[in-house]
């Protein structure tokens, strides 16, 4: 049995190592939120693009992206490493442990601090769904014109059969050619 003294030298390190960990892990979540915000502003930006399409702005737009995705994948590296470490501190499984299994281990300031960077991930996880949900819909909505497009200009140059295999006449078709043939 280890001396009491020496058990709460021991525990004291141990709080100590805890508190170092979890002070990386809240800096490591500082960035993302940075970079998350930056993404969720090029996603924001991305509209006016899809509206006023260039080739330029639409290259500029997508290396912002690309910029902020490889950013926050370097940060997912380091914050999974920290938690590993976090987990071997903690004497636990490091398999789905969260940032709310960490929480209750937070002491003061640090709590707080961490709950809301949790909070402030949540929202700009969400900001960044809602806004790739409106730009996906100015997308649909650009293909379908030119599918619709397409299939006009199919019509009219492709003709088509004008009538159904029953003898009737098709209705509601536009068939036709836009050049004649004839010399």
């Known amino acids: 049995m280890m001396n009491p003294e020496l058990q709460t030298i021991h525990q004291a390190e141990g709080r100590a190592d805890l508190d170092s960990l979890l002070d990386s892990l809240l800096s490591v979540l500082r960035k993302e939120i940075e970079v998350y915000g930056e993404l969720a502003q090029a996603i924001a930006l991305e509209k006016d693009v899809l509206r006023k399409p260039s080739l330029d702005s ?36 490091e398999g789905g442990l969260g940032l709310q299994s960490i929480l209750p281990h937070a002491k003061g300031d640090l709590a707080r601090d961490l709950r809301e960077c949790h909070r402030d991930l949540r929202l700009l996880a969400g900001r960044i769904q809602e806004e790739n949900r409106r730009n996906r819909s100015l997308l649909d909505a650009s293909l379908d014109g030119v599918r619709s497009s397409y299939q006009f200009i199919g019509s009219l140059l492709g003709g088509g059969p004008t009538y159904m295999d029953s003898g009737e006449l098709k209705n509601g078709h536009v068939s036709g050619r836009i050049c004649s043939e004839r010399g």
């Open 58 to 93: 639409l290259h500029e737009s997508n290396a912002r992206k690309e910029t902020c995705i490889l950013k926050s994948r370097l940060l997912e590296e380091v914050r999974s490493k920290t938690v590993g470490r976090i987990a071997l501190t903690l004497g636990i499984d």
